[in-house]
Each structure stands twice: as structure tokens, then as C-alpha cells.
């Protein structure tokens, strides 16, 4: 069977059920016909990252949302959102879907960045990759994970009503014309268990008498008690109505004001600016904050990250935009301070820069439509109501955009990891 064919056997079903319908973006391969087998050994350390990491964090995040908004201003929160990002689910939660991305380097896993306030990748890693881990017969890493999704709504639905919020009016809301966000919102949507969950595009979204509402054919405004936006909230910040109106700062106020819940809360946002990595950084090598064991796990898992360059021509560098998103803005050094790659695209580039110690992804072999090639691999993985959860593969260049693939993966029996096995892909049909 050629790879065409092998490709429209493995995807056209997840078509047909609407479930993963992005396989294909701007007429582009995005999901590959291939599988990365990997060891249970290296599922086990991605977990175990991921949990350590997700645990300091939340406790910083937790401190910083105490402080005053002269730190928010420091880690490049834009002032509209300051109010708002005091509220957490809970004190040790600043978020309750996360993503944290990592390079497996010479040194062990390092992670790049902490994508806290609406990660994506979440249909593939969830629902996806057992599909295809179930055509190759390797084992899914991911096995059973929907149900994460499931508790941690549950669980942060009980928190915010514990804390007095109204839960009964649940929407879940996205660009309904994109078709990837709006598959994503759907598909959590169904995996909530929230009763009488909703799905409105944000383009019906209106604040009608101090309330968030859904605008309804016959004209009437149906409040929101539970919001969940798959919706940056550095962009709500900037959004206005037609005529000028700051609707998204009126949001965020209503946040503020415990008027409307959401998920995820405000204070992902603390955790998903790269400031914060430099923050905790200063702190490590400050000896400040943290306990012995949190200090171990930033050794580990971080890179040394600054908000000014510190590199001084001794390490390859790169920077990178405090609120940037998919590699915009991504600009790499090397050691010496020349430009060795920068990023193509337009946005990201008048935020604030974090400078990052450079590591470089792995080249790994993967087939697809156009034949063998060389791809450079970012590991995902999920932070889900504060435990870590499954695991996403993405292979694209040494900057990873938009258009990056998607990479199933599967478990390997006999101990046997992607550095164990090559030709990634070929056909075992």
C-alpha cells in the first residue's frame, strides 16, 4: 500500500466522525502517516518532568499572583489583565489545561516553554494517537488520558462554585471559522461532563448588562455562568466591539469581579508568559524560594533564561517574545552572538524578548507524502489538573511554527525507543 493510500486509511475515519478533522492545514500535511516508537522509560521521565515541573511552577505562580502589579508589569502582562489574573481555581492550580514542551537533549530533557493558557495539540494527543498506535499495534502512551480531561473539569467546577461562582450557564467558545480551534473547544467540550455544556462562537459573545451572554438567534442575550475560551487572554485585552467599545477589558473586569468563571482561570496567564521562566531561573541562581528538591527539578528540567542577554558570547543563545506563540518571533544566536535562524513571520516581534540558553532539537528520520527526510522533534506533554497527562510529538524545523507535523507515537515492548529504531514510518500495513 503506498503512503496515500495508508494515509486515508489511517485518517479519513477520524474525518468521517468529525472528531480530528485538521489533518490536512492550508492544503498542507499536517498529520503524518507514520508512528515514533518510544520507550516506557522515556514515557516514564517525560511524566515525571512534567509533574516536578508543574508543581514549582504552580507554587510560584501562586506567590506572584500575591504580589503587586508592578511584578505583572515586569513579566509583561498587559495591564488590562491585571486584576483578572489573581484568580486561580485554586492555590496550587494556575491553570487546569496546560502544555509543556520539551527538547530531549544530550543533558536529558530541557523544557522551552510552558504553554498554559490555551494549548492545542489536545485532539491529537487524546484521541488521535490511540487510533494510530491501534493500526501499527504499538501501545498507546496516552491510554485512558480522556478521562483526565474529564476529572479536571469536573474538578474545577466544583472548586469555583466552593468559592461561590455560579456554574449552571456552561459555554465553550472559539473562532468557529478556524477549523482546528474550533474542533479542539468541541471535542473538550464533549470530554467536560459538564451538564448542558454549550458550544458559541466568540463572535456571539456580547456583555449585556454587566453580564457575559450568548446572543441568541431570536435576539435575546443568554447569560454564561463558566466560560471556557480557547481565546489568548493578551488578545481579549486588545479585543473592542464596531463601534470602539473595550469589550474584552469589560471581560476581564467581569473576571475580575467574580462575575464570570473561567477556564482556563486568569492566572494561566501569569504561568504562560516566558518571563516567568526567567523569573524562576533568577530565583534558582539566587538560592532563593525554592526547596532542595524544586532546585534539583530546575536544574534538570530548565535552561538558564533572562530578561536581558547574559550569554556574553559563551553559549549559543536564543530569544524568544514573553507572550509569542507556534515560534513567532523566534530569533536563534550562536555563540559568538551572529544570527543563525529567525523566524519568518510578521507577529510577536514588538513584545518584550526572553533570552534562553539554545539547545537543539533532534534531527529524527520520518516519512511522508514527499518521501524520507530528516525532521527536528518537540515533545509535549500535558499538565492536566495538576498531574501530568498525555504526550504530543511535533517535527518541523529548528524554529517550531504552525505548520510543524503532528507525530503519533506509540509505546515499543522490549524496552525498544526511538533510539533504538529508524526509518520512522515505513509502512508495516
Request: hydrophobic share 40%; proline share 4%; net charge negative.
Amino acid at each position: 500500500m503506498d503512503y496515500e493510500a495508508w494515509r486515508e486509511r489511517l485518517y479519513a475515519p477520524l474525518r468521517e466522525e468529525g472528531t480530528f478533522t485538521w489533518d490536512r492545514m492550508y492544503d498542507e500535511e499536517y498529520a503524518l502517516a507514520t508512528i515514533l516508537p518510544i520507550s516506557e522509560t522515556f514515557r516514564g521521565e517525560i511524566a515525571e518532568a512534567t509533574e516536578r515541573l508543574g508543581a514549582l511552577i504552580g507554587r510560584t505562580v501562586g506567590i506572584a499572583r500575591q504580589a503587586d502589579d508592578a511584578l505583572f508589569e515586569e513579566l509583561g502582562l498587559p495591564a488590562e489583565t491585571w486584576r483578572a489574573v489573581r484568580i486561580a481555581v485554586s492555590e496550587s492550580l494556575p491553570t487546569v489545561i496546560g502544555r509543556f514542551d520539551f527538547a530531549m537533549t544530550g543533558e536529558g530533557l530541557k523544557m522551552l516553554e510552558f504553554n498554559a493558557d490555551t494549548p492545542t495539540g489536545i485532539v491529537e494527543a487524546f484521541h488521535a494517537n490511540g487510533r494510530i498506535c491501534a493500526a501499527y499495534g504499538l501501545r498507546d502512551p496516552n491510554e485512558g488520558m480522556a478521562d483526565h480531561l474529564r476529572d479536571a473539569f469536573l474538578e474545577a467546577a466544583a472548586a469555583y462554585r466552593d468559592n461561590g461562582y455560579r456554574t449552571d450557564k456552561v459555554v465553550f467558545s472559539a473562532l468557529d471559522w478556524h477549523e482546528e480551534d474550533a474542533g479542539t473547544t468541541r471535542y473538550l467540550m464533549r470530554q467536560s461532563g459538564l451538564p448542558g455544556a454549550r458550544f458559541a462562537a466568540l463572535s456571539e459573545l456580547r456583555v449585556f448588562e454587566d453580564r457575559l451572554c450568548v446572543l441568541r438567534e431570536d435576539g435575546e442575550h443568554e447569560p454564561i455562568d463558566l466560560l471556557y475560551r480557547l481565546h489568548a487572554l493578551e488578545k481579549l485585552a486588545e479585543d473592542r466591539d464596531e463601534d470602539g467599545y473595550p469589550t474584552g477589558a469589560h471581560v476581564l473586569d467581569l473576571m475580575a469581579d467574580r462575575r464570570l468563571a473561567v477556564l482556563n482561570p486568569p492566572s494561566a496567564l501569569i504561568a504562560q508568559t516566558k518571563a516567568m521562566q526567567a523569573l524562576v531561573w533568577n530565583l534558582y541562581e539566587a538560592g532563593e524560594f525554592y526547596t532542595e528538591e524544586e532546585r534539583e527539578a530546575i536544574g534538570a528540567y530548565m535552561l538558564p533564561t533572562y530578561m536581558e542577554n547574559r550569554f556574553g558570547g559563551g553559549v549559543p543563545y536564543v530569544t524568544k517574545p514573553i507572550l509569542g506563540r507556534e515560534g513567532g518571533g523566534v530569533t536563534l544566536y550562536e555563540a559568538d552572538g551572529t544570527l543563525a535562524e529567525r523566524d519568518g513571520e510578521e507577529l510577536y516581534w514588538e513584545q518584550p524578548m526572553i533570552y534562553q540558553k539554545r539547545v537543539e532539537l533532534p534531527l529524527v528520520p520520518i516519512r511522508h507524502a514527499g518521501g524520507m527526510t530528516e525532521q527536528r522533534l518537540l515533545w509535549g506533554s500535558f499538565w492536566i489538573g495538576g498531574r501530568a497527562s498525555a504526550i504530543v510529538a511535533r517535527a518541523g524545523g529548528r524554529i517550531t511554527g504552525n505548520l510543524a507535523y503532528y507525530v503519533p507515537v506509540g509505546i515499543a515492548e522490549g524496552g525498544r525507543g526511538q533510539d533504538q529504531l529508524s526509518g520512522i514510518g515505513e509502512d508495516v500495513s
